[in-house]
């Protein structure tokens, strides 16, 4: 037991000197410079998202997928899970949603930028893209409004890259992010933990496969429907569980 509330005393202590902040700080930035001058780019990904039930159990939705994005305004990106199979794409002036299980696929009218995408599919549409905070130009200024505390926690590995290891915290969330190191500084790993909800569920996302320029793959931003596939509106996609967030057999609390 002495040796146990040694470790946890060691865990609390973790300094938060100035010097630390500010080179936190500065790593940031560097990311956040970094990917935001990319204007072709891919990768894979990796995301588990954490739901806490009635009881309070923690239990972990695992899934996997990838982005590839050509600034300033197309992206595609898929995600895949046990309950999901979704492709979105954008080509700066209209947003498809398909659901492979269904076979059926989503489109609504919008023109603009990435940003402009990611804040209407937030707000309006209640879909947010994987890690998209981490790719808009205004990374930096999002990721420190209000943060109350930063650390600079040292080195790390992910997926056999070095990356240094940040945390920070502010008033309802705590976010931690791994950042490669040397000249190509991008996310390798983003976890952030609510602790406005009892149990602090994660949602984290791992990196791979990081591609810019020339090397980004999946650069083709049309849509062309499936055999068979079926049109719906933004009502119908409601009622259609393999396009949900959560599984069929999940219900959130308050609803029927």
């Not at 080179?23 to 990311?31: H, T």
Request: aromatic share 8%; charged share 20%.
């Amino acid at each position: 037991m002495a040796a146990c509330g040694g470790i946890l005393a060691l865990a609390a202590a973790v300094p938060g000197a100035r010097a630390a902040e500010a080179d936190a700080m500065a790593l940031l930035k560097g990311m956040t410079s970094y990917v935001s001058a990319q204007q072709e780019l891919s990768f894979r990904f990796d995301a588990d998202l954490e739901v806490v039930t009635s009881d309070q159990q923690r239990l972990t939705l695992a899934s996997s997928g990838s982005v590839s994005l050509d600034r300033p305004g197309r992206i595609r990106f898929s995600r895949s899970s046990g309950f999901a199979d979704l492709e979105s794409v954008f080509d700066g002036s209209t947003f498809t949603l398909l659901g492979k299980n269904a076979n059926v696929y989503m489109q609504v009218p919008i023109k603009g930028s990435l940003e402009t995408l990611v804040d209407e599919l937030k707000d309006k549409y209640r879909r947010p893209l994987p890690a998209a905070d981490l790719l808009l130009p205004k990374a930096y200024a999002e990721l420190t409004e209000g943060v109350t505390d930063v650390k600079d926690l040292g080195s790390g590995v992910v997926g056999g890259v070095e990356c240094d290891h940040l945390a920070f915290r502010k008033k309802d969330v705590d976010f931690q992010i791994w950042i490669a190191q040397g000249d190509r500084p991008y996310p390798c790993r983003y976890v952030i933990t609510s602790r406005t909800v009892p149990r602090s569920p994660q949602y984290s996302i791992q990196v791979s496969d990081w591609k810019t320029g020339s090397a980004a793959v999946g650069q083709n931003f049309s849509f062309v429907p499936p055999a068979g596939a079926r049109a719906i509106s933004h009502d119908e996609l409601k009622t259609i569980k393999s396009m949900g967030e959560l599984p069929s057999n999940y219900i959130l609390k308050g609803n029927p």
